[in-house]
T-cell receptor
Framework: DTAVSQTPKYLVTQMGNDKSIKCEQNLGHDTMYWYKQDSKKFLKIMFSYNNKELIINETVPNRFSPKSPDKAHLNLHINSLELGDSAVYFC??????????????FGPGTRLTVL | KQEVTQIPAALSVPEGENLVLNCSFTDSAIYNLQWFRQDPGKGLTSLLLIQSSQREQTSGRLNASLDKSSGRSTLYIAASQPGDSATYLCAVSGGAQKLVFGQGTRLTINP
């Protein structure tokens, strides 16, 4: 009965490869997010989708492309991986702000290591 | 640009003590503020959310306060236990529905 799940949990790959991380939430939320936590443990927003529409794109390189096939899923595809992409990527979801219940719930994270 | 600062960066206290974690933010035009805990190698667990119109929220031994005008929030933990050891993160949400995080306070409760 996991609320926000991500796959895979660990991802080790070579520089230049293309990889995807998947996220699913079963909370019925309208909004989903991708955050990046760097080696210094600093968390920063990357993208946000509301009802399958992109609403936040925080100057992330266009090698990163989110895709939301439906409200419950938000996947992250990364092209031409670079060493600096190594980080932990967290997916999160929340109700729309208009509901007044916009607590964000986070997935367990995907630790990406680029060699 | 919103910036969130948490002080101290690390804190170690004996079991049973009450303690306060601090969070400050530069832009007072926030929508809400959220406190999380993160255990090593794990995701974030939401502890408390305070809407901008509220002054405090309580959950069990945790109490979070918000002073929006001064750009400050505190997380009070009563009767600390070893299981409270974790990194505590403060995050604010402004005009866009995104969270801006502080660097966190790494808390260690010594038995």
């Amino acid at each position: 009965d996991t609320a926000v799940s991500q796959t895979p949990k660990y991802l080790v790959t070579q520089m230049g490869n293309d990889k995807s991380i998947k996220c699913e939430q079963n909370l019925g939320h309208d909004t989903m997010y991708w955050y990046k936590q760097d080696s210094k443990k600093f968390l920063k927003i990357m993208f946000s989708y509301n009802n399958k529409e992109l609403i936040i794109n925080e100057t992330v390189p266009n090698r990163f492309s989110p895709k939301s096939p439906d409200k419950a899923h938000l996947n992250l595809h990364i092209n031409s991986l670079e060493l600096g992409d190594s980080a932990v990527y967290f997916c999160a979801s929340s109700q729309d702000r208009a509901s007044g219940k916009d607590t964000q719930y986070f997935g367990p994270g995907t630790r990406l290591t680029v060699l | 640009k919103q910036e969130v600062t948490q002080i101290p960066a690390a804190l170690s206290v004996p079991e049973g003590e009450n303690l306060v974690l601090n969070c400050s933010f530069t832009d007072s035009a926030i929508y809400n503020l959220q406190w999380f805990r993160q255990d090593p190698g794990k995701g974030l667990t939401s502890l408390l959310l305070i809407q901008s119109s509220q002054r405090e929220q309580t959950s069990g031994r945790l109490n979070a306060s918000l002073d929006k005008s001064s750009g400050r929030s505190t997380l009070y933990i009563a009767a600390s236990q070893p299981g409270d050891s974790a990194t505590y993160l403060c995050a604010v949400s402004g005009g866009a529905q995104k969270l801006v995080f502080g660097q966190g306070t790494r808390l260690t409760i010594n038995p």
